[in-house]
C-alpha cells in the first residue's frame, strides 16, 4: 500500500496543519545561520549552483513552491531571476518579505497561496519551478507535483529536493540529524512521508516530466560539510523538464 494515500479532492486540503504550526513556530529564525534552519543556509549555495548549471536564472520567471523564509528565493533573486515565493505558514512568509527589505533583495515577491491554486491562477507560466525540502511536509504530493508540472512552461525546468526513505534514511535523517547530532529538531520529518526515488518518479512521469537529473546530498558529521554526489540513500535532488510542445 501507498504510504501517501490521502487525496484530496479539493486543493486548499493539500496541507497539514501540524506541519505548518511547526515552521510557523521557528519562523523568527529563518535567517539565524545558527538556527534550526542552519541545514538549509549551508545547501543553499549547492542547490542554487546546481540548478545555475542546468538553467542559468538570470532574468527568468521562476516560483518557488514550499519557500519558507526565503532561503532559495532571495538567492535566486540575487542571480537575476524574477522570483515568487508560495507558502501557507503566513509567519515565514512575512519573514521572507522583511528579509527582502532589508537586504534590499529586488526581483523577489511572496505570496499565500497554495501550489493547486497557483498552477490553476497562472498555467505556463514559469521558465522556471522549484520544490526544494517541502515534498515531504504534505499529504498529497502527487498532487504538488501535478501542480508544479501545470506552473512550468514547455521547455522549463522543475527542480524537486526531498528525503528517501528506507532503513538508512531512517538512521542518517531522524536519528541522527534530529536525535544524535541536534541539526533539526525532533520530530521535522516524519519516516511514512519520505519518498523513494522511484515514487518521485512515478509521479514526475504520470505529469509527463522528463527527468534530466538525479543527485545525491550528503553530510560529514565530521567535517561538518555537505556535497552533492551520487549518494542518492538520504538526501536528493531531481531535475525535470517539460518536453517542448510539438
Ligand atoms: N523550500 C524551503 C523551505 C523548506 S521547509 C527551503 O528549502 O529552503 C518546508 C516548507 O514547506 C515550510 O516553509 C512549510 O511551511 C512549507 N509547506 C508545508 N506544507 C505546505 C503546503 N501544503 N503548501 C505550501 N507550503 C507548504
Given at each position: 500500500m501507498s504510504t501517501h494515500s490521502n487525496p484530496s479532492q479539493f486543493s486548499s486540503a493539500n496541507v497539514d496543519p501540524a506541519e505548518l504550526a511547526k515552521f510557523s513556530e521557528l519562523a523568527?529564525?529563518?535567517?539565524?545561520?545558527?538556527?534550526?534552519?542552519k541545514p538549509l543556509h549551508q545547501i543553499n549555495p549547492l542547490r542554487l549552483n546546481w540548478i545555475q548549471t542546468l538553467?542559468?536564472?538570470?532574468n527568468k520567471k521562476v516560483v518557488d513552491i514550499?519557500?519558507?523564509?526565503?532561503i532559495l528565493s532571495d538567492a535566486m533573486a540575487r542571480q537575476g531571476a524574477e522570483v515568487l515565493g508560495a507558502d501557507l505558514a503566513v509567519k515565514s512568509l512575512k519573514v521572507a518579505q522583511l528579509h527582502a527589505l532589508e537586504a534590499g533583495t529586488q526581483g523577489v515577491q511572496y505570496r499565500e497561496i497554495s501550489a493547486e491554486d497557483l498552477a490553476l491562477e497562472q498555467p505556463g507560466q514559469f521558465d522556471v519551478v522549484t520544490c526544494m525540502e517541502?515534498?515531504?511536509?504534505?499529504?498529497?504530493?502527487a498532487a504538488i507535483v501535478k501542480a508544479c508540472a501545470a506552473l512550468v512552461k514547455p521547455g522549463g525546468w522543475v527542480f524537486f529536493s526531498t528525503l528517501n526513505r528506507n532503513p538508512k534514511s531512517f538512521l542518517f535523517a531522524i536519528v541522527g540529524a534530529e536525535y544524535v547530532l541536534n541539526l533539526l529538531p525532533k520530530g521535522t520529518h516524519e519516516y511514512a512521508r519520505m519518498i523513494k526515488p522511484s515514487e518521485l518518479a512515478d509521479w514526475l512521469r504520470a505529469q509527463g516530466l522528463d527527468l534530466i537529473q538525479m543527485k545525491g546530498m550528503t553530510y560529514n558529521p565530521f567535517t561538518r560539510v555537505y556535497a552533492l554526489n551520487s549518494d542518492t540513500d538520504v538526501n536528493y535532488l531531481i531535475a525535470t523538464q517539460k518536453p517542448l510542445a510539438n
Open positions: 523568527h529564525r529563518w535567517w539565524d545561520t545558527e538556527s534550526e534552519f538553467s542559468p536564472l538570470k514550499g519557500c519558507g523564509g526565503g517541502m515534498l515531504e511536509h504534505v499529504p498529497d504530493p
